[in-house]
T-cell receptor, first 111, second 115 residues
Framework: AQSVTQPDIHITVSEGASLELRCNYS??????LFWYVQSPGQGLQLLLK??????LVQGIKGFEAEFKRSQSSFNLRKPSVHWSDAAEYFC?????????FGKGTMLLVSP | GAGVSQSPSNKVTEKGKDVELRCDPI?????LYWYRQSLGQGLEFLIY????????KSGLPSDRFSAERTGGSVSTLTIQRTQQEDSAVYLC?????????????FGSGTRLTVV
């Protein structure tokens, strides 16, 4: 069965600084990988996804993620964080038609 | 509709009561999913409907939980004899054709509090 680990429960980043959120997955085959963002009281919004091909994928809101098979990782990055990026971020791995999610990383943005 | 709609947005119930949570998926989306989000636990898969196929119930935590989907559209998640550990946000999602190609579209969830 697939699983996802997000090692950081909370991360605090200064506004304008770069961001990297870590995600490691366990899955026997080529994974479908996703990043979602959840603002308080809201559902989850898809940021980006990886299926195959180019290992660097671009998403919405200036986010990108890189798939590294050798490290079983799919880390999310943003070059310059804005205060509006403060939210909870979830990494997910897909198998068949269902997604398995990590426990999330809460991003706090300091002025 | 334009998005996935869930109702009610908040529900407070007494321990032992039954509750029903509703999900109205995006029109044309044949796949529908229920997840539970507990504090610090991420999202836990509950059940998956795809078209007219038998649902995948492998994530339901106990026989107090059940779900149905009528006419391939609206779904109801029922929790019988609620317990305090059932308190969580219940999220519904839908997708096109049961494929992961497009990811899921989530509703805003129902926050269930059992007192």
């Amino acid at each position: 069965a697939q699983s996802v680990t997000q090692p950081d429960i909370h991360i605090t980043v200064s506004e304008g600084a770069s961001l990297e959120l870590r995600c490691n997955y366990s899955y026997g085959a080529t994974p479908y990988l996703f990043w979602y963002v959840q603002s308080p009281g809201q559902g989850l919004q898809l940021l980006l996804k990886y299926f195959s091909g180019d290992t660097l994928v671009q998403g919405i809101k200036g986010f990108e993620a890189e798939f590294k098979r050798s490290q079983s990782s799919f880390n999310l990055r943003k070059p310059s964080v804005h205060w509006s990026d403060a939210a909870e971020y979830f990494c997910a791995v897909g198998a068949d038609s269902t997604l398995t999610f990590g426990k999330g990383t809460m991003l706090l943005v300091s002025p | 509709g334009a998005g996935v709609s869930q109702s009610p947005s908040n529900k407070v119930t007494e321990k032992g009561k039954d509750v029903e949570l509703r999900c109205d998926p995006i029109s044309g989306h044949t796949a529908l999913y229920w997840y539970r989000q507990s504090l610090g636990q991420g999202l836990e898969f509950l059940i998956y409907f795809q078209g007219n196929s038998a649902p995948d119930k492998s994530g339901l935590p106990s026989d107090r939980f059940s779900a149905e989907r009528t006419g391939g559209s609206v779904s109801t998640l029922t929790i019988q004899r609620t317990q305090q550990e059932d308190s969580a946000v219940y999220l519904c999602a839908s997708s096109l054709g049961g494929t992961l190609t497009y990811g899921y579209t989530f509703g805003s969830g129902t926050r269930l509090t059992v007192v």
